[in-house]
């Protein structure tokens, strides 16, 4: 289902205001405020259009990301698995089903579903890939578990050119 | 070493995680939800900004909603002795959000390292990876588009299952 772009309709201050609020909320009692100094915008006027952008479906949320690891979420997977088109559906409910499943994509390739999934430790995860082939049916000759080993980057920010 | 939170800072993580309130002053709101003073709102969320539980306090935004459709999960194949230059070199690329080293599946799966790029469309996306193909050397990739997004969550409930894989409780100090 292609969402409506709304893309066009963000002006100037729209896109500095997306790129400074990715960047960071401050932390303070008036944080409308401080953002608007660094735009030019006064702290209702930022408000009034981050309501906008909220309900515009452009900004989801503003608050924290949390690191998995530093709350005592140590090991992470990367999941692939061939599932067959006919199953898939079956299969994606089981798999989303899990709150230990953070992201699950349809990929055009021969693994067709990708996963993430996270856990206190190895053994959980090798634990929860075995119920999931389990309750799948999808056997491990059809899965390859690429387990995380050395976070380079992550980071979730767009630029929105409002520079 | 992961860092003490106590029952406080859990019911903060809770009251935002799923986002502030558009409101004035969003901060007093969070003060009332958990019983804290503002001031405490703040000092804390400072600090576990700091020590790394809060990794960004900003606004997470849906790309898919602003032109950006194109997702790639890019996947590798670097030599042992290039991981660190190409590890870094990636990461280091404005376009790349995510760079991850991963294990591999002995003679079914030789990729290790990975990206994720987002763009307007799949040729940027190819048009990028064949950049830092080029500028690396390495030759050896396959690039992932996504065709359906069947589950994405931020924060995937991760404060309430960091308690319960640990204790169980909130209301004491934890070490988790």
């Known amino acids: ?28 009692e008036e944080p409308w405020a401080e953002i608007g100094r660094g735009l030019g915008l006064s702290g209702e006027e930022v408000l009034a259009r981050l309501r906008r952008l909220s309900e515009e479906g452009i900004v989801r949320k503003l608050g924290p990301v949390i690191s998995a690891r530093k709350v005592g979420l140590r090991a992470a997977t990367l999941v692939a698995m061939k599932v067959p088109s006919r199953k898939l559906s079956e299969i994606v409910g089981i798999i989303n089903g899990y709150d230990e499943v953070s992201h699950n994509y349809e990929r055009d390739h021969i693994y067709n579903v990708w996963f993430t999934l996270t856990a206190p430790d190895r053994e959980s995860l090798t634990h929860l890939l075995s119920e999931i082939h389990m309750r799948t049916g999808i056997s491990e000759g059809d899965v390859l578990n690429l387990p995380t080993e050395r976070l380079f980057k992550v980071r979730v920010n767009f630029n929105m050119g409002g520079r | ?71 790639a999960l890019v996947a590798w194949e670097v030599p042992q002795s290039r991981i660190e230059d190409v ?53 050896n990739y396959l690039i992932l588009f996504s065709t359906r997004q069947f589950k994405k969550t931020s924060n995937g409930r991760i404060v309430e299952r960091a308690i319960a894989a640990v204790t169980g409780e909130v209301d004491r100090t934890l070490s988790i």
């Open chain 2, 1 to 71: 070493m992961e860092p003490q939170l106590d029952g406080r800072d859990v019911a903060l993580l809770r009251a935002t995680q799923d986002g502030i309130p558009l409101v004035p002053e969003p901060f007093r709101d969070i003060a009332r939800v958990t019983g804290l003073s503002e001031d405490e709102v703040v000092t804390r969320l400072k600090r576990l900004k700091e020590n790394g539980v809060i990794r960004r306090f900003g606004a997470s935004i849906n790309h898919r909603r602003v032109g950006i459709v194109a997702n």
């Open chain 2, 87 to 139: 590890g870094t070199a990636f990461a280091g690329n404005e376009r790349v959000t995510h760079c991850i080293l991963r294990g591999t599946v002995p003679g079914r799966w030789t990729y290790n390292l990975f990206t994720v790029l987002h763009g307007r469309d799949r040729a940027t996306v190819e048009g990028l990876v064949q950049e830092m193909s080029d500028s690396t050397g390495i030759a």
């Open chain 1, 1 to 28: 289902m292609p969402e409506r772009d709304v893309d066009e309709g963000l002006d100037g201050p729209d896109r500095q205001l997306l790129d400074a609020v990715q960047r960071e909320i401050p932390l303070t």
